[in-house]
């Protein structure tokens, strides 16, 4: 249990280091400066205890201790789903561990980019492709997988085209996905996250609602419950 909590603490920083840098890079800033945290409202300094991660949000009653604002929902259940994710996952090998803790961040960094800016760097998806390490092994020719991208690139160009709700960082990330865990399993994750992203379209009418969030839950799901 001991070895559970510092597990959960350490998990949960990184978590919430993971999307401040997000946010800084959105703004142009460096992880590091400015040095102190502030509220995205009212611009104030946030003291320590606002951020502890999980604590911080549940102290403040989920507003701002200075301005009274509501804080998104986002970044709360973003740690604590990393933190219950990672635990589940975890096995006995260190390198695996690692692994899994590197391809949930970066599925973090992507969702939190996209959730207040509607934009991701495909740079950050750099840090999916370990996870091709510890999967089963599959045999694909080279062919074989150029000719599903080519397919499925046509298809969602097309789709992006005739829509204009699919943005460019939503193929980005399915090719991604694809080049990990082939078609099969994309298809899988693409319904899972366009289920999940459906339920707060359908509430909020109005508003264009990101999709890789969606997309990177039914990447954690596909995780969970595939053996490696």
Known sequence: MLFILINSCILATLASFTSLCAQRQLNNQL?????????????????????????????????????????????????????????????????????ITCVLLSLLYLSTTDFIAQVIYPAALIGLFPL?????QQHFSIINITIELIIISAFLFSLQTITKGLGTGDIEFILATD???????????????????????VIKKDRKLPLVPGLALGFILRLLFCPY
């Open 31 to 99: 992880p590091w400066s400015p040095k102190r945290s502030f509220c995205d409202h009212c611009h104030h300094t946030l003291c320590w205890w606002q951020l502890i991660p999980l604590l911080g949000f549940v102290l403040q009653l989920g507003r701002c201790h200075w301005c009274n604002e509501r804080i998104s929902l986002f970044f709360p259940l973003s740690e604590l789903i990393i933190v219950l994710v990672t635990i589940k996952s975890y096995t006995h090998f260190w390198y695996s561990n690692l692994i």
């Open 132 to 136: 091709t390490l510890i999967l089963p």
């Open 179 to 201: 080049l990990i865990w082939h078609w099969e399993a994309t298809a899988q994750i693409v319904l899972i996250g366009c289920l999940l992203t459906l339920i707060p379209a």
